[in-house]
């Protein structure tokens, strides 16, 4: 089903002009022999350019849309038009005369192949090229001598006439055409994409893009070893693809990874998403709802333009109207080794993606401090919270983001990871902040416990009335912990700092010695401020009224879920009083 959904979106670009047709697919070149009609060279002049994400340093190869090259370079195939030295001039540096001879001689043949018949000046030029160049003359050439180390370094060559690439000319474009639509030869059998009898290719064109994978590219369809095979079939034959569909489906997945702005990084996987239509909107949208938005403003156009779509409403978007019944894939890779293994490939309407991204928003919501701006937590904000802030790495368990970002497109439940990897960093910081109140309330929400009553402590703001006594006892430990602080102005380690992590899991006891310390810290108060001592009594005394008559000698997971959600909800009630 990927490669029918990729072969699909492949025939939608191509439609726009957005890539290549068979035969024709990007390539990487770095410098230009510019001929004169004689054969020639008149000029030799760098194509290398800034990069296109803004850093400066080493410049980098230009792409261009080319006569689709040759791959398992490691028997000698030339590539039309472009190729590195050791095809184009006879020379590199690899140490290997009589083989780069060969190469030479092969591409020379190649292009008087196809270019000989024809009356183009720049086809012509090409052949009299071949006809007149010899290895010799490359380190004394005027045009190739002051370049020669860049150009035999390994980097590849365009052939231009009169400054424009020969692949320009149009007859010389309807002759690579002709040769590349018959030049098929091997075994037929049928495709599992079309459904058609056509020549099966052993080998598939490599996916470039994805971070820890060669930067030659990865395979997302190989077998290599005899393990892998079945049927005495080798290399592709084991899943027969076609020429065609084998071409369509790398060319969609290259077109994906090189986009910039429609490509995100989760863990070790590179997730790409499309809609059938090839609108670039569609992704757009949907990368930024994943990820959220660059500013408040934006978050703001964001939210109105998800609730729309996901209520089955149509939205303009990016000068786009967005369908949300517009079926939509997400796709998730990772490198191994010289491969890529498919994490997950999701499918639903747009609307329906949507429509769980923003269930997935309204279960984290939860009061927020003043000092947060932002309405909805991003997904890299999630991952941020199970991570040491203190360790050398500060990426996400690869499985646990995959994970996580599957359960949240799908609808399913959260992964047990996310709630122990949340509960281990609280443990550690003696703490619960924003996100991860955040975090252990979502996951409750969508995981039920029947520990965790939904109505009485995954509520978004506190909840007095609750009868839950995880939550209750976690109120009150945040009113001991503001007793304390204004019995003690100049302290620095309050009880959250000490007593944390064992009130939260073994209340029985750590609550007599911290209501006893509490009574102290109110009699200090008292000296100062009758009123405030009053009014702190009456608190503690109307949440230990709702704890009965002794504390739970422990508390599971999901308990110490409800003990931090009610110590965060009233530690926010706090920070609100002082603000008004």
């Known amino acids: 089903m990927i490669l029918q959904a990729l072969t699909s979106y492949y025939e939608k670009l191509a439609e726009q002009g957005l890539v290549a047709r068979p035969g024709w697919g990007p390539a990487k070149v770095s410098y230009a022999i510019d001929l004169n009609a004689d054969g020639t060279i008149f000029q030799v002049y760098s194509l290398l350019r800034e990069p296109e994400n803004g850093k400066s340093g080493k410049l980098i190869p230009r792409v261009l849309s080319l006569p689709l090259g040759a791959t398992g370079r490691a028997a000698i195939k030339p590539i039309f038009l472009w190729d590195n030295s050791g095809y184009f001039l006879g020379a590199d540096q690899k140490g290997k005369p009589k083989r780069t001879a060969e190469c030479f001689a092969a591409s020379k043949a190649l292009h008087k192949t196809i270019l000989g018949p024809l009356e183009s000046k720049a086809s012509q030029a090409v052949c009299r090229f071949f006809d007149r160049w010899t290895p010799e003359q490359g380190p004394t050439n005027p045009e190739t001598a002051p370049l020669w180390q860049e150009l035999t370094s390994g980097c590849n060559l365009l052939f231009c006439y009169d400054g424009v690439p020969v692949s320009e000319d149009p007859e010389v474009r309807k002759a690579w055409q002709r040769h590349y639509d018959t030049s098929e030869e091997g ?71 090189a986009d910039w702005n429609n490509r995100v990084s989760i863990g070790d996987t590179r997730v790409l998403c499309w809609a059938e239509s090839g609108e670039t909107a569609y992704q757009a949208l949907t990368m930024q709802a994943m990820m959220g938005a660059d500013d408040s403003a934006g978050e703001a156009a964001l939210r109105a333009a998800v609730d729309s779509i996901s209520k089955g409403r149509r939205f303009q978007w990016d000068e786009t109207s967005l369908d949300p019944d517009m079926r939509f894939y997400v796709l998730g890779i990772a490198p191994n080794a010289a491969r890529l293994s498919v994490r997950f490939f999701l499918q639903n309407s747009f609307g329906g993606f949507l429509k769980h991204i923003e269930e997935h928003h309204e279960r984290l919501r939860i009061v927020k401090p003043a000092f947060e701006k932002y309405e909805t937590i991003p997904l890299k904000w999630l991952l941020a919270e199970t991570v040491n802030p203190k360790s050398k790495s500060k990426t996400a368990s690869p499985h646990l983001a995959g994970d996580l970002l599957r359960s949240i497109l799908t609808g399913a439940p959260y992964p047990t990871t996310l709630i122990h990897a949340v509960e281990q960093r609280i443990r550690a910081e003696c703490n619960i902040g924003y996100q991860k109140a955040a975090i252990v309330k979502a996951y409750y929400l969508k995981n039920k416990h029947p520990d965790m009553p939904e109505k009485e402590v995954l509520t978004v703001a506190l909840n007095p009335e609750s009868n839950s006594i995880p939550y209750q006892l976690g109120r009150l430990f945040s009113v001991m912990e503001e007793i304390q602080s204004k019995a003690n102005p100049a302290i620095k380690a309050t009880i959250k700092d000490r007593y944390y992590n064992a009130a939260s899991s073994t209340p029985a006891l750590v609550f007599p010695t911290l209501v006893n310390l509490a009574q102290k810290h109110l009699k200090k108060i008292e000296a100062s401020n009758k009123n405030a001592s009053i009014y702190y009594n009456k608190m503690m005394g109307t949440i230990i009224d709702k704890l009965g008559s002794s504390y739970p000698k422990r508390l599971n997971l999901a308990q110490q879920g409800a003990f931090q959600i009610g110590y965060y909800h009233q530690t926010q009630k706090r920070y609100e009083k002082k603000g008004e």
């Open 187 to 257: 075994t037929v059998m049928r495709c599992l994409v079309t459904g058609e009898d056509t020549v099966i290719p052993p080998i598939h064109s490599a996916i470039k893009g994805i971070q820890g994978a060669q930067p030659s590219g990865a395979a997302l369809v190989s077998f290599n070893a005899q393990a892998f095979e079945s049927y005495d079939r080798e290399q592709n034959y084991n899943a027969p693809v076609g020429a065609y569909a084998a071409f369509a489906y790398t060319t969609a997945l290259n077109y994906l990874t």
